[in-house]
């Protein structure tokens, strides 16, 4: 049920294209969240929002010290090796990797707190992206645009490719 429901929440996730989304909660010292709970991270304007159950911790990005990707991990399979007429199943299909998310940070009376979450690993990635981007730490990833160089312009640059057609001697293309 678990491993469901992240794949449904990260398929939403991976199509909005932003950091966060299903997370489980693994470790940390946070009051009301159990290790093995699942919730959802949202990157606010302000704050990172973590929700689980009725929990709701917001942290503000100044108040995160760091924030750093974990370790790699395989998620369990859902078909028991006793059941042999699912073993198939369990082993052609492929399972993303997840990766933790360690954050540190101070709550609200100045006192240092951590958290770990388990994401899907292309989440956690993204999430670690906007979170220094949105703290300074990171400059925006630039996008290509019309001005900037293709990769092609290096592999098929010869000396007769150069354009050389002037407007002139096309003729003029304006009608009466």
């Known amino acids: 049920m ?3 429901s992240l794949l449904l929440l990260a398929a939403v996730v991976a199509f909005a294209g932003a950091g966060g989304g299903p997370a489980v909660y693994v470790v940390g010292n ?3 969240v159990s ?3 699942e919730g959802t991270l949202v990157l606010d304007h302000d704050a990172v929002v973590f929700r689980s159950g009725k929990t709701v911790l917001s942290l503000p990005y100044g108040d995160i010290h760091n924030v750093e990707l974990g370790t790699r991990v395989t998620p369990p399979a859902d078909a028991p090796l006793y059941k042999v007429w699912r073993l198939p ?3 052609l299909t492929e399972r993303p990797m997840h990766q933790m998310v360690n954050f540190e ?3 609200k009376d100045g006192n240092g707190q951590t958290m770990t979450l388990e994401f899907e690993e292309a ?3 993204q999430t670690l992206v906007d979170i220094e981007v949105r703290q300074g730490k990171r400059t925006p990833p630039r996008h290509a645009t019309n001005g900037d160089s ?3 312009d290096s592999a098929w640059k010869t000396t007769s490719n150069n354009n050389t057609v002037t407007p002139e001697s096309l003729g003029n293309s304006t009608s009466k």
């Open 2 to 4: 678990r491993v469901a």
């Open 30 to 32: 946070l009051e009301g």
């Open 35 to 37: 290790p093995g709970d």
């Open 89 to 91: 199943k369990r082993f």
């Open 105 to 107: 940070f101070a709550d």
């Open 123 to 125: 989440a956690a990635i």
């Open 150 to 152: 293709w990769w092609g």
